[in-house]
Structures are given as C-alpha cells and as structure tokens.
C-alpha cells in the first residue's frame, strides 16, 4: 500500500512554516495557519492521521509566540485483544521562539534566521505524551482465551477447569472456603 507521506526533509510540509513576515510586524500581530494532512510522519516511529488543526502565530516583544491546536489519530493495537485499535489525540501547546538566548525559556527556542519554524519535534512530543498506555479496542473488550488464544470478543471458549497441580490442591481448597 502506497501513501502520500510528508515528512520533515519536505519542503511543502504543513509543519513547516514561514513566519519571517510576522517578526518585521509590530508586537502583538498575530496570524492564524490552518494545519492539514491526511497522513504525516514524525519520524523516528510516528505516523499520525488526519490531522487538523491550527497554529496562532503572535509577534512579542520577545520573540514569536506559537499556540497550537492539533487533533489526529494513530493506528495502535488494543493491549487485551491485539486488534488494531485508531485512537484519537488532541494536544493544545505554547512555545515561544526567542529572537534572543536572553528571552528563551525553558524549552530553548530561537526563532531560525530563515524564518520558517518547523513544528515537528515539538509536535511529535506533545503528541507521544497523549498516547494511552494501555489502549483499548472498546472498554469491555475481553482479550484473549489464557488456554486457546481466540478472541473472546467474537467468540466463547469452553475449556474445561484445569485441575491444576494435585501438590496445590489444599490451598485450592482454602480458597474456595
């Protein structure tokens, strides 16, 4: 299967944009950029699926101001019944690119002499950290037969109780008391 994949090295992908235009305005301009992809890889090992969303671009005093709104969905697998599973995420951050090292914060952003911010490794972090860690197919998924393996969720095993081991047998026996 063949897909449509922007990626970092591209030029024309959505998470690349020029906000040259808006450091050369006065602070408090502000842009918005609708961001769309109906498929967009965030590499090392992240593929996201239409993703949509938008960015907020404001110019401060200190630098260009990003507020970002993204919903996307990732192809996992349930954790009980290891059917493939499309889990929804949304994220909303706010980073700001310094036009200085006196003005940057934490996350250590300058704003690029060329004018384009690429939202990628940002993106991909905020992203990993809304994935659940233990998706799940729907909440009373069944998961697997201990004994066969089948799905419990399409059918029903009927697997006679093992005895287990006879050395146990008394403590079977408390417990069931």
Do not use: W
């Amino acid at each position: 299967m063949l897909f449509d994949i922007k990626t970092v090295s591209d030029p024309l992908s959505p998470l690349r944009l020029n906000v040259g235009f808006i450091v050369a305005q006065t602070a408090g301009f502000s842009r918005e950029f609708p961001l769309e992809a109906a498929r967009i890889a965030l590499p090392p090992d992240l593929m996201l699926i239409d993703l949509t969303g938008s960015a907020l671009i404001t110019r401060t005093n200190q630098g260009i101001l990003l507020q970002i709104n993204l919903r996307a969905a990732l192809e996992l697998e349930c954790v009980r019944c290891l059917n493939p599973v499309i889990q929804p995420l949304h994220t909303h951050f706010t980073e700001l690119y310094a036009f200085s090292r006196r003005y940057m914060t934490e996350a250590g952003l300058l704003m690029p002499e060329t004018g384009i911010i690429d939202l990628t490794p940002e993106l991909r972090e905020y992203m990993l950290l809304e994935i659940p860690i233990s998706p799940l197919c729907r909440p009373d998924c069944q998961g697997l037969c201990p004994v066969c393996g089948a799905d419990q969720n399409e059918t029903t095993c009927h697997h006679a109780d093992d005895p287990g081991d006879p050395r146990l047998a008394a403590l079977k026996e408390l417990l069931d008391k």
